[in-house]
């Protein structure tokens, strides 16, 4: 990291402010409706892709309902960072609550599927945000001792997302419409939006808007967005009857795309004062595994989230509630109907169940080498304890350049600063800390100006 990217990261706002525990609790219960609305959104409607195909004529392009909210998604989660640390945390995730909610309520009313596509690409911009943002407030509000329980609170309320989701659409795709979800939660997310507004917390100063957005990197959210965009629609689209992986159109995007991931490294390396990859974070072994973990076990979590209820109903022929996890297994023991396959002939019926049962085999292999590479990378995850580096060398003294000692906070604010020469000497060498306290303090020439004054006073009062 060069000096220009040093002085620009201390340069922004800290925004570390620790609540008393009933506001952290309270603070806790607005993140968890959020996590929650927002991860009913974005698994739910894996379930509702083959009647959303079927109302929207859209059986070959199906897939982007999901791909355009993963790309989207991708792109902007790590601007979400940048944005909170220059405009503040509830600033961003009050902004990115209510852009979901309007995008899920601009979904409901999709006439066709291309404008369905693009409100679930405004949607997964949205869940992006949310997502990294309330693990940033979490960082913010709690000590670093705590933040692990309180992440676990968040992290179960992924988990009643995840299963919620699947089983709130497919009652509504069963007994009403697929639109239903849409309806529920457009409304559900406004009031979130209403709490966050109105009892996060936030100590932003006031802001100066033309040097905010001279910080932002708009060269590398430009080359990032392009080669996240150009990479991945090649990949989910190739292969396919239009666009197979020799066409034009595919190597085209996988080259221009190449080419713009290289523009985008160069620019956060060399160009960037605050850069949204910081790439020296990667020189940390234990930063780089995790972040590898996150990329393969998001591949293989994606994959099972929206090939799994295509399989079990388009090749088991169960209906979307019986498509849930095994725990859920007992909420389908009512009757539902079975997808109707009597227009296909038999063969055709075989052919059909063969191909859906051939891709998602292939994708649910594809994700065991992946999980198997995330456990090896856990060998290179060092835990380092629950106190920072920066708290531990101020509380720990330090030798200077000649061998003397570095007395820590404690020591000074006990042993005092001395009136003398000496122990003016002695409060520089104290560092940073020692300069701190004796900004506070008086200056000793001064005290000794007054202190002789006070003694001549007294001379010329003393009888002779």
């Not at 960082?139 to 933040?147: A, G, H, K, Y």
């Not at 910080?215 to 989910?236: C, E, N, R, T």
């Not at 949204?276 to 994959?303: D, I, T």
């Not at 104290?430 to 701190?436: N, R, S, Y």
Request: contains cysteine.
């Amino acid at each position: 990291m060069g000096r220009k990217t040093e002085d620009a990261e201390a340069g922004l706002h800290d925004q570390t402010q620790l609540l008393p525990k009933r506001q952290v609790i309270f603070v806790f219960m607005i993140m968890s409706l959020a996590l929650l609305v927002c991860f009913i959104d974005q698994n739910g409607i894996g379930v509702l892709l083959p009647d959303i195909a079927r109302d929207l004529n859209a059986t070959s392009s199906i897939s982007w309902a999901g791909t355009s909210a993963l790309i989207a998604n991708t792109v902007f989660q790590v601007l979400y960072g940048r944005l909170s640390d220059l405009f503040g945390r509830k600033s961003v995730l009050v902004s990115a609550l209510v852009l979901l909610s309007l995008s899920d309520l601009a979904c409901s009313l999709s006439v066709n599927a291309t404008m369905l596509y693009i409100f679930r690409g405004l949607a997964g911009v949205a869940n992006g945000g949310i997502t990294s943002l309330t693990m940033m407030i979490v960082s913010d509000i709690v000590t670093l001792q705590e933040r692990g329980k309180y992440q676990g609170i968040l992290g179960a309320m992924v988990g009643l997302g995840n299963a919620l989701g699947p089983l709130i659409a497919s009652g509504f795709a069963l007994h009403t419409t697929w639109r239903g979800l849409f309806y529920l939660l457009a409304p559900l997310i406004m009031l979130t939006v209403v709490a966050s507004q109105l009892y996060l917390p936030s100590n932003m100063p006031k802001l100066n808007l033309k040097e905010i957005v001279a910080k932002i990197d708009f060269l590398g959210l430009f080359f990032g967005a392009a080669a996240v965009i150009l990479l991945l629609i090649p990949i989910s689209s190739g292969g396919h009857a239009g666009t197979p992986w020799n066409s034009p159109e595919v190597i085209a995007m996988f080259v221009v795309g190449a080419i713009c991931l290289f523009a985008f490294l160069l620019a956060e390396w060399k160009w960037a004062r605050l850069p949204m990859v910081p790439l020296s974070m990667f020189k940390k072994a234990s930063v780089a595994a995790m972040l590898a973990q996150s990329f393969l076990l998001g591949a293989s979590y994606y994959g099972y989230l929206y090939f799994m209820p295509l399989y079990y109903q388009n090749v088991r022929g169960k209906s979307p509630l019986s498509s849930l996890p095994p725990r859920l297994a007992s909420v389908a023991n009512s009757t539902f109907a079975a997808p109707d396959l009597s227009v296909y002939s038999p063969a055709d019926q075989v052919a059909i169940k063969s191909a859906y049962a051939a891709a998602s085999r292939a994708v649910f292999i594809w994700c065991v080498p992946l999980v198997g590479i995330c456990f090896i990378l856990s060998a290179f995850i060092k835990d380092h304890g629950l106190q920072r580096k920066e708290d531990i060398e101020v509380a720990t003294p330090h030798a200077e350049g000649d061998g003397t000692p570095r007395r820590s906070i404690e020591d000074v604010e006990k042993a005092g600063v001395p009136e003398s020469e000496g122990g003016r000497d002695a409060a520089k060498k104290t560092g940073d800390v020692g300069e701190e306290h004796a900004v506070n303090k008086p200056d000793h020439s001064e005290r000794a100006s007054i202190g002789s004054e006070k003694s001549g006073k007294s001379e010329h009062s003393r009888p002779t």
